[in-house]
């Protein structure tokens, strides 16, 4: 994988937020398509209450069109639980 590519893979990045004050929820989903030190594609998830580090998770793919693609998915399912982006 070129420099190129890596440099537009670190700046896909989705940051959705969810604020119901009725409920006491603030929550954030943020959503990367990055590469590791192996040159791997990454989507990378990190998710929980606003102001606080939340879980994180790492998911390898084949390729990046392959991550685009459920970045798209993760956010169309995000949407429709009431997430805005920001």
Same mark, same amino acid.
Do not use: C, H
């Given at each position: 994988m070129d420099t190129a590519t890596l440099r537009d893979l670190t700046q896909t990045t989705l940051r959705l937020q969810r604020i119901r004050p009725q409920k006491n929820? #603030? +929550?954030f989903y943020t959503v990367t398509i990055t590469s590791d030190l192996f040159g791997q594609v990454v989507l990378l998830r990190?998710? =929980? #209450?606003?102001?606080? =580090?939340g879980r994180l998770r790492w998911d390898l793919y084949p390729?990046?069109?392959? /991550?685009? /693609?459920?970045? +798209?998915?993760l956010a169309r399912r995000k949407r429709q639980r009431g997430y805005q982006e920001l």
């Amino acid at each position: 994988m070129d420099t190129a590519t890596l440099r537009d893979l670190t700046q896909t990045t989705l940051r959705l937020q969810r604020i119901r004050p009725q409920k006491n929820e #603030r +929550r954030f989903y943020t959503v990367t398509i990055t590469s590791d030190l192996f040159g791997q594609v990454v989507l990378l998830r990190n998710w =929980g #209450r606003v102001s606080t =580090g939340g879980r994180l998770r790492w998911d390898l793919y084949p390729d990046i069109s392959t /991550a685009e /693609a459920s970045l +798209r998915d993760l956010a169309r399912r995000k949407r429709q639980r009431g997430y805005q982006e920001l």
